[in-house]
Antibody, heavy 117, light 113 residues
Framework: EVQLVESGGGLVQPGGSLRLSCAAS????????MTWVRQAPGKGLEWVAI????????YYVDSVRGRFTISRDDAKNSVYLQMNSLRAEDTAVYHC??????????WGQGTLVTVSS | DIVMTQSPDSLAVSLGERATINCKSS????????????FAWFQQKPGQPPKLLIR???TRESGVPDRFSGSGSGTDFTLTISSLQAEDVAVYYC?????????FGGGTKVEIK
């Protein structure tokens, strides 16, 4: 069974940093792209970042480029999202998602990030 | 960026009746090389993460009931629930994966009338 478990969310002040982690199991992690998608409270889905198997292709939504960094550790079956210079508008549930290319086929439950003073 | 526009924002349908959701992309998501539409539908029930229902515009995922069907090509797509069941109450999102940035529609909330 595919499982994706996010952690690392919490309350942070504007301008602060957080690092989200996602532990994957139930599939061969190194075979897949990995993605982060966020959902602000009561709102729709916004794709944030995606990374291919060897890190040679990485894409970000414009609103986070230069502030967020996606990375992965295949030895730990994990993907990460380093978030710097956080803003109130980054407040959301962040979902870790497995990708078959850009097809987002399995989603984690998500971790809540709240940016507030 | 490819903008995805869903309609309606919400709809209420009687149990057993048909529900139809539309999605329009601001540019074609049909690949000229492989003739595939890079388009998907998701279902999100309250308190749950989204679930992939349909990829390539019309290919149902394993385990998805056949009352769900996707159609369309190019820029115009439709998700049809042929006979609405109580467990289908959810928000439905369309998504294009033709090009980065990946983009989603705003969502359609389906309720029971």
């Amino acid at each position: 069974e595919v499982q994706l478990v996010e952690s690392g969310g919490g309350l942070v002040q504007p301008g602060g940093s957080l690092r989200l982690s996602c532990a994957a199991s139930g599939f061969t992690f190194s075979d897949y792209w990995m993605t982060w998608v966020r959902q602000a409270p009561g709102k729709g889905l916004e794709w944030v970042a995606i990374m291919n198997q060897d890190g040679s292709e990485i894409y970000y939504v414009d609103s986070v480029r230069g502030r967020f960094t996606i990375s992965r550790d295949d030895a730990k079956n994990s993907v990460y999202l380093q978030m710097n210079s956080l803003r109130a508008e980054d407040t959301a549930v962040y979902h870790c998602v497995r990708g078959s290319g850009f097809i987002l086929d399995y989603w984690g439950q998500g971790t809540l990030v709240t940016v507030s003073s | 960026d490819i903008v995805m526009t869903q309609s309606p924002d919400s709809l209420a349908v009687s149990l057993g009746e048909r529900a139809t959701i539309n999605c329009k992309s601001s540019q074609s998501v049909l690949s000229s090389s492989n003739k595939k539409n890079y388009f998907a539908w998701f279902q999100q029930k309250p308190g749950q993460p989204p679930k992939l229902l349909i990829r390539w515009a019309s290919t149902r995922e394993s385990g998805v009931p056949d009352r769900f069907s996707g159609s369309g090509s190019g820029t115009d797509f439709t998700l049809t629930i042929s006979s609405l069941q109580a467990e289908d109450v959810a928000v439905y999102y369309c998504q294009q994966y033709y090009a980065a940035p990946i983009t989603f529609g705003g969502g359609t909330k389906v309720e029971i009338k």
